[in-house]
């Protein structure tokens, strides 16, 4: 237990920025896992429209410092990259 006065501030500050966090964190994984189950089932005009919405999770994560950078650059453009590979075939 936190003994000081700014320790326990900053327990506070450390549970609400991890439930935060986590919020974001599901959210972008959901949003990628929808996409890739459409995907899956080969239905290409979903996935295409489920593609913003991934985009946009993604983002929001990165821009809360959840994903780096460039990891979600990678997720996007291997996402991206997928669906047309695949609508391709």
């Known amino acids: 237990m936190p003994i000081t ?3 326990e501030k900053a ?3 450390s549970k609400k920025r991890h439930v935060e966090n986590l919020r974001f964190k599901r959210n972008f994984k959901a949003a990628i896992k929808e996409f890739r189950d459409e995907l899956g ?3 290409f005009e979903k996935a295409k429209s489920l593609l913003p919405k991934v985009y946009q999770a993604v983002d929001k994560a990165t821009k809360k410092n959840v994903l780096k950078k460039n990891t979600a650059s990678r997720y996007k ?3 991206t990259k997928s669906l047309a590979v695949a ?3």
Do not use: G, H, I, T
């Open 77 to 79: 453009s291997r996402l």
């Open 11 to 13: 327990l506070r500050q």
């Open 87 to 89: 609508s391709a075939k």
């Open 41 to 43: 089932a080969k239905n």
């Open 5 to 7: 006065q700014s320790a």
